[in-house]
């Protein structure tokens, strides 16, 4: 049995573990993040993370067979500088090589999205599939092309940037600078405004006692818990959300037609309260639906660990 470390690098936390040739953890270990020290302070962090949970599995290096991370990033392979981090506040730095400079095995260092879509198909929701679409819904949108069961990157890695393809011409102003991405509509962040929006014409809504009418209060889990309690405001929100959601999935299909559509991020603990009506509403976006069906959307099953898993097995998705 061949052993891989597997982490992930967050804004919060370091996580790392042991996992072996069938996609499974072996032994966790994680750390804080601590992004106000040097970078190679934290790189340092990183690799020690790495180390520590190689002993907290009664092993050593030498068990080793790759170490791989999943960065909030992407990494250019022209001069293999990591090109931006926001989180990290980091922009242009060579972490690829002083990661491998702690380590004497080979280091495989690439987006953190692109990770959990892996872990997913290696381990997780998408286990039975080769071919897979992975969004994942949290305060930006992340996402993953895995074809073949191995990560699809495109030109330079920069690939696979499913949040910022366009959805609404000229619509919203994204993070990334550019207007009307699906982020900019089904991130949390977008379902939070979209939310305040409604409530703002509507003085009557259950969402404004929800939150005792602190705006600031509102978070995206808000107005699903105002459309449990079939708040017409809070049910007219979310269904524009899943069919902004429905839209921008129909896209994907019709470029990659994956077996599946796993989503994952906070507002998929929504679970069939969000994923039957998004399967209805796909039926009536995907391209040829009525005549030969499509892919289901499905929820992603293994949370944080997807990106460790992810991580830990890519040397087998880079392998050729
Ligand atoms: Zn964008």
Redesign the pocket.
Known sequence: MKYYVGIDLGGTNIAAGVVDETGKIICKYSRKTNIHQPFEDLVRDIAETGKEVVRQAGMTMEDITSVGMGSPSCINPKNNLLVFANNLGWSNVPLPAVLQSHFDVPVYVRNDADCAALGEVIAGAARNYENAIMITLGTGVGGGVILNRRIFSGCDHMGG?L??TKLIYHGVR?????YG????YTSATALIRETKEAMAEHPESLLHQLVDGDLSRVEAKTVFDAAHQNDETALAVVDQYIDYLAAGLSSFVSIFRPDVLIIGGGISWQGDYLLDPLNEKLKGYIFSYREIGGPKAIRAELGNDAGIIGAAMLELSEEE
Not at 174 to 178: A, P, R, V, Y
Not at 181 to 184: F, G, I, M, T
Request: glycine residues 16%; contains cysteine.
């Open positions: 940037e949040g910022h994204c993070t990334c600078g550019q991405c699906l982020e900019s």
